[in-house]
């Protein structure tokens, strides 16, 4: 049930700028509700990596940030590593889905 | 520092009930609400429900007819139950607390690792 869309998978070298992006609605981030989003690396449980479209919680390096525009939201990691090869989902709410929070399709980053 | 764990049966047999468990430890689930999330890989991540210990509690519209929650705070866990169990509700099983700025949208933080469980006669 993923309303909000991710591209698949995207990639880059070590120290490459990537974006991922997660389109929504007029009735869910399009409407103003927070995005927010999560990485889940290998074997592991997703992670709050930005919260309130573009807060990192302490101990998220800067590298990750978040922006959020219209019925979008993207997250950029700049600087990439090979330890940020990982699962990112964005998630966010939709009161049209009787007040449902809602979650990106996922996106792989591949480090080359 | 919050810590959750899902446990469950790992197979369940089609259209039986399925039950799981989360114990929370390093803090109390009062005062805060909790959610239950799966993830398939056919569905990616879907929002189950969440709960509360004030009573408050939602679930996803699609799964509504078969859920079940609660919470036993003398415990310091929460529980659900999905009935009618098909091979669509096979999944990895997580719980998760909520974080909030007392003002739009909350997230997620932390998950368990959540409990795989598979819907296979």
Known sequence: QSVLTQPPS??????????????GSSSNIGAGYDVHWYQQLPGTAPKILIFAD???PSGVPDRFSGSKYGSS????????????EADYYCQSYDPSLS?????????????? | QVQL?????????????????????GGSITNHFWSWIRQSPGKGLE????IHTNGRSNYNPSLKSRLTTSLDASKNQL????????AAD?????????????????????????TLVIVSS
């Open chain 1, 10 to 23: 995207v990639s880059g070298a070590p120290g490459q700028r990537v974006t991922i992006s997660c389109s």
């Open chain 1, 73 to 84: 939201a993207s997250l950029a990691i700049t600087g990439l590593q090979a330890e940020d």
């Open chain 2, 79 to 86: 529980s659900l139950t999905l009935s009618s169990v098909t």
């Open chain 1, 54 to 56: 573009t807060n990192r």
């Open chain 2, 5 to 25: 764990q899902e446990s469950g049966p790992g197979l369940v047999k089609p259209s039986e009930t399925l039950s799981l468990t989360c114990t929370v430890s």
């Open chain 2, 90 to 114: 096979t999944a990895t099983y997580h719980c998760a607390r909520h974080g909030n700025l007392n003002r739009g949208v909350d997230w997620f933080d932390p998950w368990g690792r959540g």
């Open chain 2, 47 to 50: 929002w189950i429900a969440y």
């Open chain 1, 99 to 112: 007040n449902s929070y809602i979650f990106g399709t996922g996106t792989k980053v591949i480090v080359l």
